[in-house]
């Protein structure tokens, strides 16, 4: 079993940037794909960010249309934690982010195709 565990939210003002992290834990796999999806209030979960893992480098970096150039996804190749850089926030990223991941190479961006959930981070921005 994996878990998955969400932090770096918080509130921020318009233009800010914050870092949220997620740790993963217990059965890790050597190779698999690390996501970030988001849920406002009232919407359904949306894809944010995917990042396929080799077992030694990451690679395959896949981005929403809306959030390319503003949000970065990466992995400490030291740890079992990944990233999500956002830049120039908007009121409009204010929700819930949720890491995910999968043992599978998922070419997919559809969030019922992951099995494993982090609890989520609030983040919230102020105008």
């Known amino acids: 079993q994996v878990q998955l565990v969400e932090s770096g939210g918080g509130l921020v003002q318009a233009g800010a940037s914050l870092i949220l992290f997620c740790t993963a834990s217990g059965s890790t796999f050597s190779t698999y794909t690390m996501a970030w999806f988001r849920q406002a209030p009232g919407k359904e979960r949306e894809f944010v960010a995917r990042?396929?893992?080799?077992?030694?480098?990451?690679?395959?970096?896949l981005y929403a249309d809306s959030l390319r150039g503003r949000f970065t996804i990466s992995r400490d190749s030291a740890k079992n934690t990944w990233y999500l850089h956002m830049n120039s926030l908007k009121p409009e990223d204010t929700a819930v982010y949720y890491c995910?991941?999968?043992?599978?190479?998922?070419?997919?961006?559809?969030?019922?195709?992951?099995?494993?959930w982090g609890q989520g981070t609030q983040v919230t921005v102020s105008s």
């Open positions: 995910a991941a999968d043992s599978a190479v998922l070419v997919t961006t559809d969030r019922l195709k992951y099995h494993y």
């Open positions: 990042l396929y893992w080799s077992g030694h480098s990451a690679y395959g970096a």
